[in-house]
């Protein structure tokens, strides 16, 4: 079946059976990689991307689910301003280990900015429960979010250098 | 054509995504690296591969451990570009050891250019990324590269002067002549340099550390840029013109082979090019049989899957159990134990003489590695030739396994090593290297293979499960005076299994006068490997509570203990260099005093828990506070961890998160993690069932570096033991309860 897509502004048309995951349309036919294969079922959130803002798991979403919904991944997300803030934070804390699921992580958390610009700690747990980080580097995932909301709520330096 | 779009100058692709093909994983072979950075007037240092090529005729000849090169590639526009020789799973390689050399090479970091190096043993030496040796291993040699280099840009420069060149010295990659006042970039040089002997590496003369720009200063991740923004650089977004997709379906009973499919059914599903059975072989480790699907897109190899139907010959371990295991261990626990590792004084004498017996059995799970980029692998077999892109920590051996199993010389086959998603000791393993050639050899086309999280799961080589049964005796005044074990893992004919080991120097051997290590071994038929700290992982839970114990029979404070036992500071026979008492030491007394230790008063049903551990050369401390609720459930509310690393935290960015995420993964493994077998097979099959580290569970981690005169080791292992001891020491502080067994079972935990 032919499907039409609104992707990071752009429009792509593509042939699929329509019950493909967004993932695998956006991985293998329209050749955006930033979204990650974790699990497949929705439980490790590598494949998180935005379907009109709000955070999706990709694995689990048949492509004739999405309709007309704008479609934003990692490669995109920078174009908005919370975006561009979350992937200048992650890089001044220096967030990533291996760096799998950070895409997936950014995605989240730039959702959640969005709705909430000063999240407290329990608002970042609770919005980020879903993405694992293999690497556990969570502690400065949290500290970007911080940074990037422009909030400091006191906690200790998670990178206490000697 | 379905595939147009795949390649790099398709009019289809989309603006936001760059023209991407092989090349870009680094296709570029060592001889067109030459050939271009001579064209570019650059210059190529291969350090020590002149000397090298002698001891190794070839590319594919066995390579000793430890030899080393490094090169770098200096532009005109004094860029530096510096070859990251072992895989990046994440451990933050591809930017520390680049770090050695630049430092050395007294170059500014914001010159520097990494690139991942493909295989290539002659020119890098040793390239695998485990047991925490990339620093240990490279951090004189990659000094001394820096420091040849430097050497061959001033001698350049000083021919050019024609001054002396200990006249002549170097800061920011320039050459300078301080009595004239000149200088020169590197670039203006390189081409110069290029064409001089490379200096005898022995003679290199290294830096004064007080002097370091580099190491010791933090440096984020070079590939942290392209990671945040999606950039395709992991072995599963490999693009090579032509691919189909590739899944491939084992036996669930490990080993077992197949009788038939339905390959007919599955060749005329939708998008499915090749369905075919793969004989495989019997080594565990290697090819085994299953059935390849090779489709159009990997989305319809795994739905044709979901049709497969395979009868399979499960074979000679479908009824093997965890509850067979654990039934087989406490029956040998009854028995004199087959094999004694070691037998110091008399331990049976020593209890039946002490004054207090402490017994207890412990006991833990397989658990499962569970990267979170499933294990892939791209190939592409051609006249006889193979390459293969590879998330891998062990390309080495991966190109060895290929060449056995498809019959190809390994002068024939290119490794292209690239970003992994994740390694924790899975990637040592090469077996799905071994699938993708073998699937694109038979398929005729190149091939993306990829696993799915349940393949993955259940296609492991587990961290073994074990089981020990503990006695140990102190005499009035609450010192150890005898401490027997019996060890019942896996294994056959008196050889342990894979990582179901354990060592007859094993603290606190030698610190116990009457001490005795026993072994039972039972067959296993479920594939082990090395998990992150292998051994240690499991072994430091073991010791360090069973210590704990003993510290809270004597009616001693468990810090103390600990310290005690240690005894005086010397140099104990063990793996590496030994284990140094006084190291260990050094971590107790600065996680004591970072803490706070015996000095703060705690809410109800809260308490410190201490462990310590040595492990892959680095010694680590770690003190966790954990309040478990009336209903059982454990917040761990901080944690403070000392490490010693040796002289230097070559990147201390890295280095932090490093720590906190393996004190993370061991708390994973302690809070959360089994990995059962039924009928032969795994039961779990995705994070639901083995469940990972989540947000939720994150407490703050103080982590504190002690440095000492030792020369740098690894990171990526030692900080994890500990963490599970410490926290279970914690769990008994707060609620009196002994956890003996893993994973924790919060249940028994209730008020």
Redesign the interface.
């Known amino acids: 079946m032919q499907f039409t897509l609104q992707v990071n502004g752009r429009q792509h048309t593509v042939d699929v059976d329509d019950d493909t995951p967004l993932l695998w349309v956006l991985r293998d036919e329209i050749d955006l990689k930033g979204a990650k294969f974790g699990c497949g079922v929705g439980l490790c959130g590598a494949c998180t991307v935005h379907l009109d803002g709000a955070p999706v798991r990709s694995c689990s979403l048949p492509i004739a689910s999405v309709g007309k919904a704008a479609v934003t991944t990692i490669e995109g997300i920078g174009a908005t301003p919370i975006g561009a803030r979350l992937q200048k934070a992650w890089l001044e804390v220096d967030v990533v280990q291996c760096g799998y699921c950070q895409g997936g992580q950014i995605m989240s958390a730039a959702a959640l900015l969005t709705l909430n610009p000063a999240p407290s700690d329990g608002d970042i747990d609770a919005a980020m429960n879903g993405n694992i980080c293999r690497c556990a580097t969570y502690l400065r995932i949290r500290e970007a979010i911080k940074q990037a909301a422009k909030t400091d709520f006191g906690s200790a330096d998670t990178r206490k250098r000697t | 054509m379905l595939h147009e779009?795949?390649l790099p100058d398709s009019p289809d692709?989309?603006?936001?995504?760059k023209p991407r093909t092989a090349e870009k994983f680094g296709r570029t072979s060592r001889r067109d690296f030459l050939r271009a950075s001579a064209a570019a007037g650059g210059l190529l240092l291969t350090f020590g591969f002149r000397s090298l090529a002698k001891a190794a005729p070839t590319d594919s000849a066995e390579i000793p451990h430890g030899m080393i090169t490094a090169y770098v590639r200096i532009s005109p526009e004094n860029v530096v570009t510096i070859m990251a020789k072992n895989p990046e799973?994440?451990?933050?390689v591809k930017t520390m050891l680049p770090m050695l050399v630049a430092e050395e090479l007294d170059v500014d970091w914001s010159q520097v250019r990494t690139q991942q190096a493909d295989l290539n043993p002659v020119l890098y030496g040793n390239q695998h990324a485990g047991g925490s040796t990339s620093t240990p291993q490279n951090w004189d040699p990659l000094r001394k590269a820096g420091a040849a280099a430097r050497q061959m840009l001033i001698a350049a420069a000083a021919k050019r002067w024609n001054v002396p060149e200990n006249e002549c010295g170097t800061a920011s990659g320039q050459v300078l002549h301080k009595a004239s006042g000149r200088s020169l970039i590197y670039g203006a040089v390189a081409a110069d340099a290029a064409t001089l002997p490379v200096p005898d590496l022995n003679k290199a003369k290294l830096k004064d550390p007080a002097d370091y720009k580099i190491i010791g200063h933090?440096i984020?991740?070079v590939?942290?840029?392209l990671?945040?923004?999606?950039?395709?650089m992991?072995g599963?977004?490999t693009?090579v013109p032509g691919t189909l997709?590739a899944v491939f379906q084992k036996c669930p009973v490990f080993g077992g082979k197949v009788v038939s499919a339905n390959l007919d059914a599955i060749k005329s599903m939708?998008g499915v090019r090749h369905a075919f059975v793969v004989e495989g072989g019997g080594n565990l480790a290697g090819l085994m049989p299953g059935v390849a699907i090779v489709a159009d897109?990997?989305?319809?190899a795994d739905?044709a899957r979901q049709k497969l139907e395979v009868k399979w010959d499960e074979g000679a371990t479908s009824q093997q159990s965890s509850k067979g295991f654990a039934q087989q261990a406490t029956a040998f626990s009854g028995q004199a134990p087959q094999t004694s590792l070691r037998n110091d004084g008399d331990a049976a004498a020593a209890l039946s003489g002490a004054a207090h017996v402490v017994e207890a059995a412990y006991s833990y799970p397989f658990i499962a590695h569970?990267?979170?980029?499933?294990q892939n692998c791209t190939a592409r077999f051609q006249d006889g030739k193979v390459e293969v892109w590879a998330p891998t920590q062990n390309p080495e051996p991966g190109r060895a396994l290929i060449a056995k199993t498809l019959g190809v010389d390994q002068k024939d086959i290119v490794v292209h090593m690239t970003?992994?998603?994740?390694?924790?000791g899975r990637r040592l393993m090469v077996d799905y290297m071994a699938e993708a050639a073998w699937i694109a050899k038979v398929a005729g086309v190149p091939v993306k293979l990829?696993w799915?999280?349940a393949d993955d799961m259940q296609h492991d080589f587990y961290r073994p499960g074990g089981w020990h049964f503990l006695k140990g005796g102190l005499d009035a005044d609450g010192k150890v005076v005898a401490w027997q074990q019996h060890f019942v893992s896996f294994g056959r004919d008196g050889k342990f299994a894979p990582s179901a080991d354990l060592s007859a120097d094993t603290y606190p051997a030698r610190r116990i006068a009457n001490l005795s290590y026993n072994t039972s071994l039972m067959p296993l038929g479920v594939p082990t490997g090395p998990l992150r700290a292998p051994g240690d992982n499991a072994l430091a839970f073991v010791f360090q509570s069973f210590i704990d114990e003993l510290a809270h029979k004597a009616g001693k404070d468990p810090l103390q203990f600990q310290i005690d036992l240690l005894g005086k500071d010397e140099v104990l026979p063990g793996k590496g260099l030994g284990f140094n008492t006084a190291r260990a030491r050094g971590v107790l007394e600065k996680v004591r005093e970072v803490s706070g230790w015996g000095q703060r008063k705690l809410p109800p049903r809260t308490g410190l828990g201490v462990a310590h551990y040595y492990s892959h050369a680095g010694y680590f401390a770690e003190v966790v506070e954990a309040t478990v609720t009336a209903n059982g459930t454990i917040k761990i509310n901080k944690v403070w961890a000392a490490g010693d690393i040796g002289s230097h935290?070559i990147n201390?960015?890295?280095a932090?998160?490093?720590a906190?995420?393996?004190i993370?993964?061991g708390f994973?493994e302690a809070l959360y993690q089994q990995i059962t077998i039924e009928n032969g097979r795994v039961v779990q099959s995705?994070?639901?069932s083995f469940p990972?580290?989540?947000?939720?569970q994150?407490p703050?981690?103080?982590?504190?570096?002690v440095?000492t005169n030792y020369s740098p080791t690894g990171l990526g292992e030692p900080p994890l033991p500990p963490a599970i001891p410490a926290l279970c020491n914690a769990i008994f502080a707060a609620t009196g309860k002994r956890i003996r067994s893993l994973p924790i079972d919060t249940s028994t935990l209730k008020a």
């Open positions: 779009r795949l692709r989309t603006a936001s995504s799973i994440g451990q933050g933090s984020p991740g590939d942290s840029p990671v945040v923004k999606g950039e395709p992991f599963i977004d693009v997709y939708p897109r990997w989305w319809l739905k569970a990267p979170l980029e499933p970003r992994v998603g994740g390694g924790f990829l799915t999280r935290v201390p960015t890295a932090f998160n490093m906190q995420g393996a993370l993964d994973a995705n994070f639901d990972l580290m989540r947000m939720k994150v703050p981690i103080e982590m504190h570096f440095t």
